[in-house]
């Protein structure tokens, strides 16, 4: 009777998966993904459960109507709340006075976990407990008005083997949450203060986001009528991947210098192909500025993956640039160009919200929601925004990747730029992913913050830093001077800091200026040019990927042969950038931004020293770049102004001192805190005060009060594609009907290169102006070519070097 309930109707020929087909495959791929975290049987009972309610006649004639009669009016059905509710009716123990087993609390767990999950799967986790101390849960579950369940029950268990599964599912998946529960309670035994409830919702969110994936991908493959194998074993292309990668080091320690540059990247590439074979844990890999991290990494990664049978490797970088860069060398040491990911900015735009979204309506938002990427790719590079978005964002998009994070190897590089007001965040799902999911964690940066520190702790394996004898190391990796000048530091607007760049740049062949913001870059590079200053260069993330990549080639290619060159960039060049100058002028501030600085300077040891400078900008404006703020603050007032560690900026010491003293100040400035909520996020999927108030469930998350509430950056921004080189040949396609999905698909890929980020008050202005244009329902945006500037990009006044271009 099951075979005559349709889920899906497919458009293109009308054919008809059956609910019972669909709601079959579906757990079966959702017990796949859960595996990682040994929940399959919860992800397998949330995939059958989840479209319960289309087991009914009126589902049947709504997507008759919707996807055949073309009927986009035609009044939505919920159908994720059934399932849901018909867990908690049948599995769910009420308290009658008797304390429950824990057997019964666990089996009460499990409906709360997997019913939130049903009920949420079109839109995205719902609060247990509210700010108004109602309840979502409760309120589908038990509450609201559900016109065919009755008739949606009996038709589901007129199929007897869906009683049977059911009731089994439950009981498999009680022993599974009693094992998680015992796991959890010898952590809390372990650490004292491991968060017990917080680790739920954990376990809940990735049940979630194995429901997500595996009902998205079975969609996907019944709308394409797609048949194709779904995934393959990592482990051989691990195992060749590792295999090149160690042909190349061999060329390397053969073929390369006897200096002792290179015979320490040498030994601390070797320690970490040593440390593979240590078990799973949370380490760091301190290597210094220009001390071979990458590789050295990526040594450890592919080894321990293959040691520990881990599913991918994953990257996590804060900024694009190193994305860029480290991506594509990867993918030339392992020849491999098809199977390392790149996943950074998207050029869709996700405020198209997920309940905006409904397989039966537009066909465009199909064609969006199946571009983006789920992170099924061996080797995955990305930001350490879509990091915590997979945990934190809100809808169902991002959360489907997050799965994918379990029994994986992955890799922070550039801990250290975490945005300060998520380091509890930050810290739970690394502690969560290692002690829970299984994944190996190495927290890579030559200024290792101290995380251990803070009310919500990471906590590090024993013994956890890969690196021997650290201090010598760095010691040994010394290749700049600083040289503090009173004057420099005492504050220079752009009239005295242009005569003093100026100055610099006779002093020294090559010289490279960061300063902290975008416009200081620019009226600093128009002030040399007007000085008559000659091979002047500008690099911001006002430039999209392609244009940046051209004009550092330039750059490198003067550097190589030894003729002048002034580059004058934000901190976009300071992490993951290869390049290095004789000198080095750095605005003043965070003590890792200006480690990274030194870092491009005498990066390889040209020279005996390289000489590294600091100014105090005293003109810039950094009001919309808080922690840039922050740190200047910490580094003029308890690092600069103490001549202990003046005099010795980048040892551990000072190191030490800076990160003690920039948590200190945040927490006196409640910087954690969010604003409008005048508490911690974290704080809402943990125990709360309104839990303790109005308890009417185990978990007390507020998962849509935190998403509601929570950017990865302050200043969230859109992407926007620009007319720059091959991007306006994309705009041009874009612009046109793509039916073709693998070809819309790789253009959306390929646009990345091509796109730069602008935050809302310039997307406000550049549409006001007639300067920007959408695309698919707003969901993607590009720039006219006359406010794109092939000096300095995005030019906000329409002042671009090149014709109008529009359609």
């Known amino acids: 009777m099951g075979l005559t309930f349709a889920a899906h109707i497919r458009e293109t020929d009308f054919a008809v998966q059956m609910v019972g087909e669909h709601s079959d495959e579906t757990a079966v791929l959702a017990k796949e993904f859960g595996r990682k975290l040994q929940v399959e049987n919860m992800a397998e009972l949330s995939g059958f459960l989840h479209d319960m309610g289309k087991w009914m006649c009126e589902f049947s004639s709504y997507l008759h109507k919707v996807v055949i009669n073309k009927d986009k009016l035609s009044p939505y059905i919920d159908h994720s709340t059934a399932g849901a509710r018909y867990l908690y009716e049948n599995y769910y123990i009420h308290d009658t006075g008797k304390q429950l087993s824990i057997a019964q609390w666990a089996q009460n767990l499990v409906v709360e976990v997997v019913g939130m999950g049903i009920l949420s799967h079109h839109s995205g986790l719902q609060d247990f407990i509210g700010e108004d101390g109602s309840s979502d849960f409760i309120r589908r579950v038990r509450e609201k008005e559900l016109p065919y369940y009755e008739e949606v029950v009996h038709n589901f268990e007129q199929v007897h083997e869906n009683v049977v599964r059911v009731k089994r599912l439950v009981r498999k998946s009680t022993q599974e949450m009693e094992l998680i529960l015992g796991k959890l309670l010898e952590l809390h035994r372990k650490f004292q203060h491991y968060p017990l409830l917080l680790s739920l919702s954990f376990v809940m969110k990735t049940v979630f986001s194995c429901l997500i994936d595996a009902d998205r991908t079975n969609t996907r493959r019944f709308e394409e ?290 300063l902290n913001t975008k416009k200081s870059v620019q009226q600093l590079f128009e002030a040399m040019t007007e000085k008559g200053a000659t091979h002047v260069y500008h690099l911001s ?176 921004t859109t992407t926007v594609l620009v007319p720059y080189g091959r991007g306006k040949e994309i705009i041009v396609q874009l612009n046109e009907e793509i039916r073709d999905l693998p070809l819309f698909n790789s253009l959306i890929k390929e646009a990345q290169q091509y796109s730069i980020n602008v935050f809302s008050q310039t997307l406000r202005e550049l549409s006001q102006a007639g300067l920007i244009h959408a695309l698919y329902g707003k969901s993607i945006y590009y720039l006219d070519e006359q406010a794109y500037d092939n000096e300095y990009g995005l030019a906000i006044d329409g002042g671009g070097s090149a014709a109008l271009y529009s359609f």
């Not at 491999?336 to 039966?360: A, C, P, S």
């Not at 931004?593 to 003109?619: F, P, T, W």
């Not at 404006?621 to 003046?646: C, S, W």
């Not at 974290?682 to 849509?704: A, C, G, H, R, V």
């Open 225 to 514: 009528n797609d048949r194709s194998p779904l995934q393959a074993d990592a482990q051989p292309f691990f195992q060749q991947s590792y295999r090149h990668l160690m042909e190349q080091v061999v060329k390397w320690e053969t073929g390369g210098s006897e200096s002792d540059i290179d015979q320490l990247r040498s030994r601390m590439s070797a320690q970490c192909d040593d440390w593979a074979a240590r078990p799973a844990g949370i380490y760091t890999l301190s290597i210094p500025t220009g001390g071979g991290k990458t590789f050295a990494s990526l040594r450890y990664a592919l080894k321990h993956a293959l040691q520990e049978q881990k599913d991918r490797i994953i990257y996590v970088v804060p900024y694009t640039t190193i994305l860029e860069q480290n991506a594509d060398a990867v993918r030339k040491i392992i020849r491999n160009q098809t199977r390392v990911l790149e996943h950074h900015g998207n050029v869709i735009d996700d405020k198209l919200l997920d309940h905006d979204f409904d397989y039966y309506g537009q066909s465009l938002h199909k064609q969006l929601q199946l571009a983006r990427d789920n992170w099924d790719y061996p080797i995955v590079f990305t930001t350490m925004v879509q990091f915590l978005d997979a945990f934190y964002a809100k809808g169902t998009r991002k959360a489907r990747r997050l799965h994918n994070l379990m029994n994986s190897v992955i890799i922070f590089d550039e801990v250290q730029a975490v945005p300060f007001q998520h380091y509890h965040l930050f810290n739970e799902a690394v502690n969560f992913l290692h002690y829970i999911g299984g994944s190996s964690i190495l927290l890579c940066t030559a200024t290792q913050p101290a995380v251990a520190d803070m009310r919500y702790p990471l906590y590090l394996s024993t013994d956890q830093e890969m690196v021997a004898e650290l201090n010598q190391v760095i010691d040994a990796f010394e290749r700049v001077k600083f040289r503090l000048e009173d004057h420099a530091l005492a504050g220079l607007d752009q009239g005295p800091l242009a005569d003093y760049v100026q100055q610099l740049y006779e002093q020294h062949l090559s010289l490279l200026v960061i």
């Open 541 to 716: 993330t006002l430039m999209c990927p392609a244009h940046r990549t051209i004009i550092l080639d330039k750059v490198k290619k003067r550097l190589e042969s030894g003729e002048p060159v002034l580059c004058i960039s934000t901190q976009l060049i300071e992490a993951g950038v290869d390049i290095s100058f004789q000198a080095v002028l750095r605005a003043v501030a965070g003590l890792d931004s200006i480690a990274q600085a030194a870092g491009r300077c005498n990066r390889h040891g040209e020279k005996e020293l390289g000489y590294v400078y600091l100014v105090h900008v005293s003109d810039e404006h950094l009001t919309r770049l808080p922690e840039i703020k922050h740190g200047k603050a910490v580094t003029m007032d308890y690092i600069l102004n103490d001549p202990i560690y003046r005099d010795r900026l980048l040892h551990p010491d000072s190191i030490r001192r800076y990160y003690q003293y920039y948590y200190h100040q945040l927490h006196q400035l409640n910087r954690m805190t969010h604003p409008k909520l005048q508490r911690e996020l974290i704080e809402l999927i943990d125990e709360n005060k309104l839990f303790k108030e109005y308890q009417k469930t185990i978990l007390p998350s507020m998962y849509k009060t935190l998403e509601a509430h929570f950017q990865a950056i302050d200043s969230p």
